[in-house]
């Protein structure tokens, strides 16, 4: 960034001019260039409406989508010269299409302040962000369907407190993840939709005196609609807490997700092995592989939840309108942006890359005691009350683990001390198969429920 000595926009009201300290803490233009394309985007709409109401001519005009188009390119190739004395990115890409096409573009800004134009060019920056992060959520999602359809019979043991719970499939286990994201995509889809209004002809913070049209500004942008009041619509930032909570939800959830695979993939567990190229080894011990990204996942959630948190914190003291304070939005936005796509898109990925170990999440399913709540319920279908089912196969838990067996390698006359009602097919519903098939319903482990919450999920895919 260069810093040609220039006259400052409002030079003409200043005694002195702004110390170099004071000009580098105040400008956002090293990171709101971000924004240029969209800031364009606003112009050029700001513009035809201008020319449309007859505040500007159509020569105007004209030069305005010549330079702009100029000015478009020259950022995409990179050879933009960004001034820090232009102080953000508004001023600059103004400096220089007044400078490519003289009085037009001083016109430019009639009956539009930085004010508008800053939270219009950061609405059109998000909802770019989200339909972009949409299409990566459903990509992962495939990703997590297409491995779920290969283990709705692979069985491994269900946790609760990280004790052996219930058996259930690994597909079924995945497809939990799968109902997380759908949920995050529709948080998204809600936000996207009070995202997409217009700020522009608010002006600094009452409204202009110019015959503008806002509704046609709203239409050429794709806004669904105009921000209604002008106080609010130059100093409202909920749409972007908002789009961080979801975002934050977001990498909670596939940091729920990466603690599993770590754990998984650990040596003690050893349930799956994740692709080498999602790993590292270690520089001292040569034996270690790493599951170094979903760690990072893991971390990189730390620092969304922080943005939103910085987000809350920089409202919440503001009076209305707008206040320089809330230049400080945009790194936390465009980082939890940057983040939550990055994330997202290795995600999917990686998935793609899990080696499942059927026979470890077995042995591991047939430790535990993981059929007693089957044994439970089989004497409640058999008449007894389910509080003296449960003591009962406690009783019997507590004599298997006694011996170290399993309550299927209990005999028969045995377990006919823990209650008479037992027979002979308790060690169909004793068996792994046996009680995951039982769990039939809407939401339920059993391989063909498994296999339509899979179909249901393609289907809501397809029309997503
Ligand atoms: N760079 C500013 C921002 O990001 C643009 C708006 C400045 N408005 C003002 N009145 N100083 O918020």
């Known amino acids: 960034m260069t810093s040609i000595q220039d006259k400052n926009t409002w030079s003409g009201r200043f005694a002195e001019p702004v110390a170099e300290?004071?000009?580098?803490?105040?400008?956002?233009?090293?990171?709101?260039?971000?924004?240029?394309?969209?800031d364009i985007e606003g112009s050029l709409a700001h513009a035809a409406m201008l020319s449309h109401c007859d505040i500007i001519s159509t020569q105007d005009l004209a030069d305005i989508q010549r330079g702009l188009e100029q000015i478009k390119n020259e950022v995409l190739a990179n050879t933009f010269i960004w001034s820090l004395d232009l102080e953000d990115v508004h001023l600059n890409i103004e400096k220089r299409l007044t400078t490519l096409v003289g009085d037009a573009g001083k016109?430019?800004?009639?009956?539009?302040?930085?004010?508008?134009q800053v939270a219009t060019d950061v609405r059109l920056y998000l909802r770019h962000a989200i339909d972009e992060l949409l299409a990566l959520i459903a990509a992962l999602q495939t990703s997590i369907l297409n491995l779920a359809e290969q283990h709705t019979l692979t069985i491994m043991p269900g946790f609760t407190h990280l004790q052996v719970a219930q058996p259930i499939s690994f597909g079924h286990h995945l497809m939990a993840y799968f109902e997380m994201l759908k949920r995050d995509a529709e948080r998204l889809q809600d936000t996207r939709r009070r995202v997409n209004r217009l700020p522009l002809g608010a002006a600094a913070l009452a409204g202009t005196s110019y015959p503008i049209k806002r509704e046609m500004v709203a239409e050429l942008l794709g806004f669904e609609g105009v921000c209604?009041?002008?106080?609010?619509?130059?100093?409202?930032?909920?749409?972007?807490?908002?789009?961080?909570?979801?975002a934050a939800l977001i990498m909670t959830h596939l940091s729920r997700f990466s603690e599993e695979l770590i754990l998984w993939m650990s040596p003690r567990v050893g349930f799956i092995?994740?692709?080498?190229?999602?790993?590292?080894?270690?520089?001292?011990?040569?034996?270690?592989?790493?599951?170094?990204?979903?760690?990072?996942?893991?971390?990189?959630?730390?620092?969304?939840?922080?943005?939103?948190?910085?987000?809350?914190?920089?409202?919440?003291?503001?009076?209305?309108?707008?206040?320089?304070?809330?230049?400080?939005?945009?790194?936390?936005?465009?980082?939890?942006?940057?983040?939550?796509?990055?994330?997202?898109?290795?995600?999917?990925?990686m998935i793609t890359g899990i080696k499942v170990k059927p026979e470890a999440m077995r042995n591991a399913a047939l430790q535990g005691y993981a059929t007693a709540t089957d044994l439970a319920d089989y004497l409640v279908k058999k008449g007894l009350p389910f509080r003296d089912a449960h003591e009962a196969v406690a009783l019997a838990v507590r004599f298997a683990e006694q011996r170290g067996c399993d309550?299927?390698?209990?005999?028969?006359?045995?377990?006919?001390?823990?209650?008479?009602?037992?027979?002979?097919?308790?060690?169909?519903?004793?068996?792994?198969?046996?009680?995951?098939?039982?769990?039939?319903?809407?939401?339920?482990?059993?391989?063909?429920?498994?296999?339509?919450?899979?179909?249901?999920?393609?289907?809501?895919l397809s029309q997503h």
Request: proline fraction near 4%; hydrophobic fraction near 35%; charge should be negative.
């Open 273 to 349: 092995d994740i692709a080498d190229r999602f790993c590292t080894g270690s520089s001292i011990m040569p034996q270690k592989k790493n599951p170094d990204v979903p760690e990072l996942v893991r971390g990189k959630t730390g620092r969304v939840n922080g943005h939103l948190i910085a987000l809350l914190t920089l409202m919440k003291g503001q009076p209305l309108a707008y206040n320089k304070d809330n230049q400080e939005d945009k790194e936390p936005i465009f980082d939890t942006v940057d983040t939550l796509n990055q994330t997202l898109r290795i995600y999917a990925d």
């Open 407 to 460: 309550l299927s390698d209990i005999s028969l006359p045995e377990l006919q001390k823990f209650s008479a009602l037992i027979e002979q097919d308790i060690y169909q519903v004793l068996s792994l198969e046996g009680s995951l098939a039982s769990r039939d319903h809407i939401g339920g482990t059993a391989p063909k429920q498994v296999q339509a919450a899979i179909a249901r999920g393609r289907d809501y």
């Open 107 to 116: 016109r430019l800004h009639t009956g539009r302040s930085r004010n508008d």
């Open 228 to 246: 209604e009041n002008s106080l609010d619509a130059v100093s409202d930032r909920d749409f972007a807490i908002e789009f961080t909570a979801a």
């Open 21 to 38: 300290l004071v000009k580098r803490y105040t400008a956002s233009v090293g990171f709101d260039q971000k924004l240029a394309l969209f």
